[in-house]
């Protein structure tokens, strides 16, 4: 599966993205996806996670609350709604698609996109 990620961009604290991971190929909907960021000079960090059918959601601390990762199987498509951004949520961002198990770790998932910026001004 190939994945495309977008919707970043240059947003005020306290403001709202919606971020999409776009996938190609046809059984999509038997992969669990996980979002990723890495801002500069810090490793990569889980953010959230989603099962095969959406059912299951996972958030990492620092995020939960604020932002809601779904998936449209029929689309292809899995988002990030991130709301109440912060300074320090500016980071690239990546999605990535494994057909195992949901996992915070990222060398866990086979198949990344490519990335999208996020940048929150204070």
């Known amino acids: 599966v190939q994945l495309q990620a977008s919707g970043g961009g240059l947003v005020q604290a306290g403001g709202s993205l919606r971020l999409s991971c776009a996938a190609s190929g046809r059984t999509f909907s038997s992969y669990v996806v996980g979002w990723f960021r890495q801002a500069p000079g810090r490793g990569r960090e889980w953010v959230a996670a989603i099962n095969w059918s959406g059912g299951s959601t996972y958030y990492a601390d620092s995020v939960k609350g604020r932002f809601t990762i779904s998936r449209d199987n029929a689309e292809n498509t899995v988002y990030l709604q991130m709301n109440s951004l912060k300074p320090e949520d500016t980071a690239v961002y990546y999605c990535?698609?494994?057909?195992?198990?949901?996992?915070?770790?990222?060398?866990?998932?086979?198949?990344w996109g490519q990335g999208t910026q996020v940048t929150v001004s204070s």
């Open positions: 990535a698609a494994d057909k195992r198990w949901i996992s915070r770790w990222s060398d866990e998932y086979a198949y």
